[in-house]
């Protein structure tokens, strides 16, 4: 045992971060709600959400509805925008002196930006990406995260060091549902806020934030990768055509095709639509892992040897370019124009 | 006044070489060439940028063992002025908490102004070092950098953060983390007089943990974390059907609509 570790017994309860930019809260929060409530239901801890940001009255109540037992709220103009300094050193007075067993945090930018703000000073676990989570009968986190990009699940435990830390991967657990009726059950603790603006050693000079779009919950998703060259016409087309949602693979963000909140994979969301069509991707393990919990997948890849190719119910080996364009016609109920393939 | 950037790289297996074991059918890393962690490239092309806006001096550093050197030479090729290799048995079984106590201890030592890391390496993937050095030395961060803009007059650097569904331009007080979004900043080539000078004629500078004044808060003893079980994932069954034409998918979106 180090000199670090502490004494395990003195921590109860399980946080969930609640992360909200100008009165939106991140979708992630609600998941962490739902997969936490199943921790607090075998360990008997209380459910606590956290909110941090200004005018926060909104999502307290939320949270409650969403399965909180309390919310703390530190409600501060300090706090908004969002600033990893202010955020970190709050959190961490806010862990130091109610002493939480295990926090979760959403694995968005956000949350990975700030969470080992929290975890450095009170030398906490910190386990990044989790995507599945259980916890033992003494109460230790069971946080499990692919390791050697994806073929493995490792799971990381904290035995000796309080709070049990991780980030959890956007879009991997199902969102609590509300119940108006729990908010009058729950308490709002509001709690001091330790941050002054004169102490900030970060300013944000200009924010800008349009495309929220979450893929997460989207119901038909057709997927670009690099194959599409740029061109997101076709691709385009055949979502409208199937009502379906834009996502892309790392390539296809990398590139500055598709924004960065549409990316799928280990390093962008996990998504689990009834269909999932894939435009020009290659079928790398770091894509596939966010995408194969959705139901049926079609593969479009001129390369008959792609890899997603394993990873699909069907598929069609052709010019995506030609095929896009054939399949969203024939969707929307136009004759054969001419058979591609 | 000019400015002393650090850059922290890693060695890590090559992703793209990671071989599978013919007898056990898992990746086999221990057989795949070292090689520098892709996104710390983006990393140094950063700290050259910095250097080219605001004048000074870039130093790559690396913790791990004597043969990481490799990436220091990269490094010095590159464009790096200088390099430091940080290595120890001590170190063995570090979690990112030491880790990166490790890195911020480095950094102090070197003065730096700013450090800068890639996003993430891509054998652990936590993106968990570059905050956490400057958690240990309670610095200024800047993650998902896309855009640098040194401003000396003022004692900051400004950078445009990548966040989920747009940007921010935020300015941090010196001395910042920087971690580089990936895909950003494209590295330069290196010379071939700068790369026969990194192989042939340059020498890190070697630090180990007493170095450092972390022999006792570094390894396995003070990491938080563990890892416990590791299972293999069973990969999902899928029909693996291919169709000749699109009517043949025509079926199977209807009955996924209905």
């Not at chain 1, 399980?14 to 709600?33: A, I, K, N, Q, T």
């Amino acid at each position: 045992m180090s000199d670090d570790a502490v004494d395990v017994g003195e921590y109860e309860d399980v946080w969930v971060f609640v992360e909200e930019h100008g009165g939106e809260v991140m979708p992630v929060s609600w998941e962490l709600l739902a997969e936490a409530a199943k921790l607090t239901e075998t360990t008997g801890d209380d459910l606590v959400a956290l909110a941090i940001g200004e005018g926060l009255e909104t999502v307290a109540d939320e949270a409650l509805a969403r399965g909180a037992d309390r919310v703390l709220v530190a409600d501060d103009p300090v706090f908004e925008p969002y600033r990893a300094d202010p955020y970190g050193e709050q959190f961490r007075a806010m862990v130091e002196e109610r002493k939480p067993s295990i926090v979760l945090i959403g694995g968005t930018h956000t949350g990975r930006d700030f969470a080992g703000r929290v975890a450095v000073p009170a030398h906490a676990g910190l386990t990044a990406d989790v995507t599945e989570l259980d916890v033992d009968d003494e109460g230790i986190l069971q946080a499990r995260r692919p390791a050697f990009g994806g073929d493995v699940l490792a799971t990381i435990l904290c035995e000796e060091h309080r709070p049990q830390m991780a980030t959890i991967r956007p879009g991997v657990f199902e969102a609590a549902a509300p119940d108006p009726e729990r908010v009058a059950d729950g308490d709002v603790v509001s709690v001091d806020v330790v941050v002054d603006e004169a102490d900030a050693i970060s300013e944000v000079l200009e924010r800008e934030v349009g495309d929220t779009a979450d893929i997460t919950e989207a119901e038909r998703i057709v997927a670009v990768g690099r194959g599409v060259e740029g061109d997101l016409e076709p691709a385009r087309r055949l979502a409208e055509a199937l009502d379906a949602e834009l996502a892309a693979s790392r390539a296809a963000v990398d590139e500055g095709w598709v924004d960065g909140a549409r990316q799928v994979g280990q390093t962008g969301k996990t998504v689990r639509p009834d269909l999932y069509v894939a435009v020009g991707i290659s079928g790398a393990i770091q894509h596939v892992e966010g995408m194969n919990k959705s139901g049926t997948v079609v593969a479009i890849n001129d390369d008959p040897n792609a890899p997603i190719f394993e990873h699909a119910d069907y598929g069609i080996v052709g010019d995506l370019f030609e095929v896009c364009p054939a399949l969203a016609d024939r969707l929307e109920g136009e004759p054969i124009q001419e058979v591609t393939g | 006044m000019t400015w002393t950037i650090a850059v922290g790289v890693k060695q890590v297996p090559d992703a793209d070489e990671v071989g599978i074991d013919p007898d056990t059918g898992r990746l086999d890393r221990a057989s795949a060439p070292a090689v520098m962690n892709g996104p710390d490239r983006h990393a140094l092309e950063a700290a050259l940028t910095i250097r080219d806006q605001v004048g000074g001096e870039v130093i790559a550093m690396t913790m791990g063992p004597p043969n990481a050197t490799s990436v220091l030479e990269e490094a010095v090729a590159m464009g790096s002025d200088d390099a430091v290799l940080i290595s120890d048995r001590a170190f063995a079984g570090s979690d990112t908490w030491p880790t990166s106590l490790t890195l911020a201890r480095a950094a102090e030592a070197l003065e730096a102004d700013v450090v800068v890391c890639g996003e993430e390496t891509t054998d652990s993937s936590t993106g968990q070092v570059p905050p956490g050095i400057a958690a240990h030395n309670g610095w200024a961060q800047l993650t998902y950098a896309e855009a640098v803009d040194a401003r000396p007059e003022e004692g900051r650097l400004a950078a445009r953060r990548d966040v989920e569904g747009g940007y921010e331009l935020v300015a941090a007080e010196l001395p910042v983390v920087v971690a580089v979004a990936f895909g950003e900043f494209d590295p330069r080539p290196a010379p071939l007089h700068r790369k026969i000078y990194g192989e042939n004629d340059f020498e890190p500078t070697v630090w180990d943990a007493e170095a450092l004044g972390i022999e006792d808060e570094v390894g396995l003893d003070v990491s938080p974390t563990s890892v416990g079980r590791m299972e293999t994932v069973d990969p999902v069954e899928r029909k693996g059907e291919v169709v000749d034409e699109v009517d043949g998918l025509l079926e199977p979106i209807a009955e996924v609509r209905a």
